[in-house]
């Protein structure tokens, strides 16, 4: 198997608290799997890592084949300011940084591009509706229309369908479903397990450290849970350091 992402002892926290520890693992190039546990397990800590945002306090995430610009990172909806005064085109546009500069001219050829990805995710016609003007389903499509444009090989989903209706998140998945077919890795944190039972063939579990990891039949089991469960209820929240030795 090749790596698209390799945790080697990772130790991820803020202001040296901790919030994951000690993770080892590798995820196989082209495998989508889902990121699940309880809240404040460290699922967006690990996301943020990965997508090179968060500094480890120890050890390394490495993605041996992938270059910084070809991940694409989708926060959590709660980090996405809908005041700032944008249209939808030029949002979607943004997923074009790589090829043309954050703040560069679009070239007319990728216009085309632009359209393209605005109405694969259904929204043909809102191209110049300011984004606070959005609901939550449509902010959703426009920024998987971003995510297509990015085109990258590894792409990363912080609760994409939280408060999304069942024919969005229907949709989204589909464009998850074609990512995967294109052997791109696509890592994904879910609280809803139906979706991870049904569109994601592997899942990591995790409880700020690693509960299981493998097949999703396999690792979302009601021992796995409960143990999931009770290692955040158990969580020290004024520990300084980890008590596990590294
Ligand atoms: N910027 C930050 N500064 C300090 N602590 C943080 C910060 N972000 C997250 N944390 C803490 O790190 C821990 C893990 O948070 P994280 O957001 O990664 O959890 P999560 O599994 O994504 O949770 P949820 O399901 O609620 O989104 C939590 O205890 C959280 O309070």
């Known amino acids: 198997m090749t790596a698209a992402i390799r945790f080697s002892d990772l130790t991820l926290g803020y202001d ?12 196989e190039s082209g495998s989508l799997l889902a990121i699940c546990g309880p809240n404040g397990a460290g699922k967006s800590t690990l996301l943020k890592a990965i997508a090179g945002s968060l500094a480890p306090l120890s050890g ?3 993605l041996p084949h992938v270059k910084t610009r070809d ?25 074009l940084w790589s090829r043309c500069g954050l703040f560069g001219a679009v070239a007319r050829r990728e216009l085309a591009r632009v359209h393209d990805a ?6 043909d016609g809102f191209e110049d509706r300011a984004i606070g ?37 229907a949709d989204l ?43 999703t039949a396999d690792v979302l089991t009601p021992q796995n849970l409960l143990r999931a469960r009770s290692m955040i209820e158990a969580f020290d929240r004024d520990a300084q350091a980890c008590s596990r030795a590294a």
Do not use: C
């Open 60 to 62: 390394s995430v490495a």
């Open 118 to 123: 605005i109405s694969a995710v259904g929204l």
């Open 173 to 215: 998945l589909a464009l998850v479903a074609r990512w995967s077919s294109e052997k791109r890795t696509v890592l994904a944190v879910l609280h809803d397990f139906d979706i991870v039972r049904e569109h994601f063939p592997q899942t990591l579990l995790l409880a700020r450290e690693k509960i299981a990891w493998g097949k």
């Open 133 to 169: 003007a959005l609901s939550g389903g449509q902010l959703q499509r426009m920024l998987f229309a971003r995510l297509l444009l990015q085109d990258a090989a590894v792409i990363l989903l912080d609760e994409p369908f939280t408060a999304i209706d069942s024919k969005t998140t």
């Open 71 to 95: 991940i694409a990172y989708l926060p959590q909806a709660a980090e996405i300011d809908k005041s700032f005064p944008i249209n939808v085109f030029d949002v979607v546009a943004m997923g």
């Open 16 to 27: 040296r608290h901790p919030a994951v520890h000690h993770l080892d693992g590798d995820v």
